[in-house]
């Protein structure tokens, strides 16, 4: 019989085959907000495209990026606010020092910093394994410091990720990751330390790869967070699901794009069954499930 490589790291389970749990006060369906705010290199490294890049150092593509923290990232704020929804920040740490009233305006409002490298500049998936613990370590103790909190998730610039990073995020503290996109509901991971949880993060309601790769329009990324929410509400009914909504500032941010946003989320927050739903953030979804009795998840492999 052929023997694929695995990673080994969850257990094959069947979404229809779990245990039902419900969110808080009963709730059927968790929706998150993961907004991605991120600093780039001038001329160098990495970054997204919204059309062919120049010739370096490109400053059109500097700028259209850098219009996510000038004035993207508040516009997205903004109707945060407008509509009373919690968010959760996937931010760069260069962030701080480059842009620290976003930082202000982050933590006035509550919100969780999840962890998102340094910069969208780089990936660490090729790291040498002691070279990326320091990262990890980095990221996380500039975070504190910045936040006033330790950092709780972590999702890497582009999903970069080597063999050891689940072991990593473990021994330098976080309680869960966010990009391993397998599922519509939390799982346990194993780890050579310990359980690490998987909280999910979309990879097709995210308007990077639907609206910059795939180039769909600002009208059908729309339709496509009300049909991901409706159905999955639908779905809820058997099992507690997860719908989150991964956004950059450059991208959202733009006006025609933000208007459409705006309808998404109206829908959302004042759907009639909106008693089922749970308005949350990252970490508390990993607290309330790693505070349900033990067998109700499936535990990762021995």
Same mark, same amino acid.
């Given at each position: #019989? /052929?023997?694929?490589?695995?990673?080994?790291?969850?257990?094959?389970?069947?979404?229809?085959?779990?245990?039902?749990?419900?969110?808080?006060?009963?709730?059927? %369906?968790?929706?998150?907000?993961?907004?991605?705010?991120?600093?780039?290199?001038?001329?160098?490294?990495?970054?997204?495209?919204? $059309?062919?890049?120049?010739?370096?150092?490109?400053?059109?593509?500097?700028?259209?990026?850098?219009?996510?923290?000038?004035?993207? =990232?508040?516009?997205? %704020?903004?109707?945060?606010?407008?509509?009373? /929804?919690?968010?959760?920040? %996937?931010?760069? $740490?260069? =962030?701080?020092?480059?842009?620290?009233?976003?930082?202000?305006?982050?933590?006035?409002?509550?919100?969780?910093?999840?962890?998102?490298?340094?910069?969208?500049?780089?990936?660490?998936?090729?790291?040498?394994?002691?070279?990326?613990?320091?990262? %990890?370590?980095?990221?996380?103790?500039?975070?504190?410091?910045?936040?006033?909190?330790?950092?709780?998730?972590? #999702?890497?610039?582009?999903?970069?990720?080597?063999?050891?990073?689940?072991?990593?995020?473990?021994?330098?503290?976080?309680?869960?990751?966010?990009?391993?996109?397998?599922?519509?509901?939390? @799982?346990?991971?194993?780890?050579?330390?310990?359980?690490? #949880?998987?909280?999910?993060?979309?990879?097709?309601?995210?308007?990077?790869?639907?609206?910059?790769?795939?180039?769909?329009?600002?009208?059908?990324?729309?339709?496509?967070?009300?049909?991901?929410?409706?159905? @999955?509400?639908? *779905?809820?009914?058997? *099992?507690?699901?997860?719908?989150?909504?991964? @956004?950059?500032? #450059?991208?959202?941010?733009?006006?025609?794009? @933000?208007?459409?946003?705006?309808?998404?989320?109206?829908?959302?927050?004042?759907?009639?069954?909106?008693?089922? =739903?749970?308005?949350?953030?990252?970490?508390?979804?990993?607290?309330?499930?790693?505070?349900?009795?033990?067998?109700?998840? =499936?535990?990762?492999?021995?």
């Amino acid at each position: #019989m /052929l023997r694929l490589p695995y990673h080994n790291r969850y257990a094959y389970s069947p979404i229809t085959e779990r245990k039902d749990y419900s969110w808080p006060d009963g709730k059927r %369906l968790a929706v998150y907000l993961g907004l991605n705010i991120e600093h780039f290199a001038f001329g160098a490294g990495d970054g997204h495209l919204l $059309t062919v890049a120049g010739t370096p150092p490109d400053p059109r593509t500097f700028a259209w990026r850098d219009y996510g923290n000038r004035v993207g =990232v508040w516009r997205c %704020l903004e109707l945060f606010d407008e509509l009373n /929804l919690p968010a959760a920040h %996937l931010i760069n $740490t260069t =962030v701080f020092d480059y842009a620290p009233q976003i930082v202000a305006a982050l933590k006035a409002r509550g919100d969780e910093f999840i962890g998102h490298g340094r910069t969208n500049a780089e990936r660490h998936g090729q790291m040498w394994e002691a070279d990326e613990k320091r990262f %990890l370590e980095e990221v996380r103790d500039a975070i504190e410091k910045a936040s006033g909190k330790r950092p709780r998730g972590w #999702m890497a610039p582009w999903m970069s990720s080597s063999h050891h990073t689940p072991d990593l995020l473990k021994e330098t503290g976080f309680d869960f990751l966010m990009d391993w996109p397998a599922d519509d509901q939390p @799982l346990w991971m194993k780890t050579r330390s310990g359980p690490l #949880m998987s909280v999910p993060y979309p990879i097709e309601i995210n308007d990077s790869p639907q609206i910059l790769v795939r180039h769909h329009t600002p009208e059908q990324f729309r339709d496509f967070i009300i049909g991901q929410f409706e159905e @999955l509400l639908r *779905q809820s009914a058997k *099992q507690p699901l997860v719908c989150g909504i991964a @956004l950059h500032t #450059m991208i959202v941010g733009q006006p025609y794009r @933000l208007r459409m946003l705006r309808e998404a989320l109206q829908h959302i927050v004042n759907h009639s069954q909106k008693d089922k =739903v749970w308005l949350t953030r990252p970490s508390a979804i990993y607290d309330h499930c790693a505070a349900l009795p033990k067998g109700t998840m =499936v535990p990762p492999p021995a």
